[in-house]
């Protein structure tokens, strides 16, 4: 009798084990893809493809490359981190898809954020081996760590002329007065709500439209500003405050 | 008679033995000694899986670099273009091959190749691996122009290559696959981490002030901004391993990577050199067209010309270039000259 409760606990115990396996270990694959207002960008448009921003820059695009980080799954059970930083370059198709493994809860309500940068805490000069490799750091005299973004390319300006623009986001920096530098983190958190992680090998597709770092809230002209900007500190804001929404995200599937 | 025959029979027999017990395949593996400051800040180098370094490996690839015998006319080594005193290029402005013909580009410095993590070596990114960058010099006509069976007969008749092969691969039958791959495990020892910068980077060394505001003038946007392109403090193999148009020409008689990938955004896009041991390896770019320092410093300061391709951060370039004062030029190339590693070009191990 004592032994055939015994069974029951334990098969009850392989029972409920095997179904907590079901949320064990699985993978979640990242897509990132890129696009100028509804018109996508692949890397065949680098260097082809003109496009024109709200201020009626007519620009094309040599070289895109961005940082984010922190990413995160979370629901009503709790928040699984998903890696540290991930180094995004549009010539680079491998670059562009990765993928997290994690103890990862199905949910229709599952929010996902990431950091486009990298915070302060997590913005520390030279720690990270695979940034440095691939060129990705901040001058000490510019406060350090690394870039969030490069994106570089020549656009025709107000007297026809083709000229350059380093559109380079950092965290903004101040050091026009040596005895009191001023910094501000313009890293950002992008939150996408109600996304539904309904299975294993799921793959998230988030896009950057690129039009929208030039707009909204802020207009940019490139006429105005185009490069050299790594050092401007009032840049850096408007650009953080740009990259808001450039970010959206497409789809779980 | 029929004894001497017995006799000889068995003097064969022993002979072979003999022989074959001299040969053991034990290749000691090797790791590669990588300097402090590589370790702290860079990702580990690249080892093909199917080409382990070895020290019988190692120490063949440097005989074959050195090997004259891998030319036609047994006149050019490896060495002949890539000599140790100049960080493994050559002083000329286009290497002369075995012919006396004369190519188009200068020489390429060997070093930290290991380090190259998209594998794209030569000015254009033409050579997608160590090991198949070592197949064309022998046969190119403007370099060693030979031919592949010769060099392997010559090398299989040697009295000594045989064994060494079978030592470092475990066969003493000599193909050009395993010929590449010694050269490239040779390749990859090619180290080189102990600059005056380096040692200042480790605490080990005081730089001037002249060099300290050169190293300034290399990174300050507003000033050199070289730092995009050329490493940094945080990246010391100095050189991002990628490719741009940095201005040298308004149109293009060398495509450079446009020649190999076919792409037109391509042309005039070359490899950027490290700027390590520049000391050692003048002339500069690809064409050797700069015979010193000062020119290449005055060439990025006003000389820039403007092309379809060119980078954008070239950004200064409708103005000639960042347009840096005498002094700041004087410093830039102080620093410069900082990146030079003594210790690598004088290094034994090096050395024929």
Known sequence: MKILRFFIIFLLIIFFGCDNNDDGINTINFQFTHSWGNQPISESDLENTLYTNVSGNELNITRLRYLISDIQLTNQDGTLNLGNHQLIDLSNEESLRFTANGNVLFSENTTLSFRFGLSNEDNIDGIYTDLNTANFNVPNMLGGGYHYMQLDGSFTDDSNANQPYNFHAIRAIDNTDSNNIITTDTSFVVTFSNVNISRDNITITVNMDISQWFTNPNTWDLNLASTGLMGDYDAQIVMSQNGNNVFSFTSAE | ?352
């Open chain 2, 1 to 352: 008679m029929q004894r001497s025959l017995i006799i000889f029979f068995f003097s064969i027999v022993i002979v072979s033995c003999g022989s074959n017990n001299s040969e053991e395949y034990t290749p000691v593996p090797v790791n590669l000694q990588i300097p402090e400051l590589f370790q702290q800040r860079l990702i580990n180098p690249l080892i093909p899986t199917d080409n382990p370094l070895t020290e019988e490996g190692i120490s063949l690839g440097k005989k074959l670099f050195f090997d004259r015998r891998l030319s036609k006319n047994n006149s050019k080594s490896c060495a002949s273009c890539h000599n140790p005193n100049n960080a493994f290029t050559d002083v000329a402005q286009f290497s002369v091959g075995v012919d006396g013909q004369i190519g188009t580009r200068n020489s390429m410095p060997l070093f930290n190749l290991a380090w190259n993590f998209n594998e794209r070596f030569a000015w254009d990114g033409s050579e997608l691996s160590l090991e198949r960058q070592a197949l064309e010099p022998i046969t190119n006509p403007i370099e060693m122009d030979s031919d592949w069976q010769d060099v392997l007969d010559k090398l299989q008749q040697d009295s000594e290559y045989p064994n060494l092969f079978f030592q470092a691969f475990g066969t003493n039958i000599i193909d050009s696959d395993l010929v590449v791959k010694a050269i490239a495990q040779f390749e990859r020892t090619l180290i080189s981490g102990s600059s005056k910068f380096d040692r200042y980077l480790q605490g080990n060394a005081e730089l001037t002030s002249e060099e300290l505001n050169g190293f300034n003038v290399f990174m300050d946007e507003d000033r050199g901004d070289c730092f995009h392109c050329h490493g940094s403090d945080n990246n010391p193999l100095w050189t991002d391993n990628s490719f741009h148009n940095n201005g040298l020409n308004a149109t293009f008689t060398d495509l450079g990577l446009g020649a190999i990938t076919g792409d037109p955004n391509d042309n005039g896009k070359f490899k950027s050199p490290s700027l390590r041991n520049l000391a050692f390896t003048a002339p500069y770019m690809h064409d050797g067209r700069f015979a010193t320092l000062e020119e290449v410093i005055n060439f990025y300061s006003e000389g820039l010309q403007i092309s379809s391709t060119i980078d954008p951060l070239m950004k200064k370039a409708n103005q000639g270039g960042v347009q840096l004062s005498d002094q700041d030029k004087a410093d830039l190339k102080a620093f410069l000259l900082t990146l030079s590693d003594n210790e690598f070009i004088n290094n034994p191990d090096f050395r024929e």
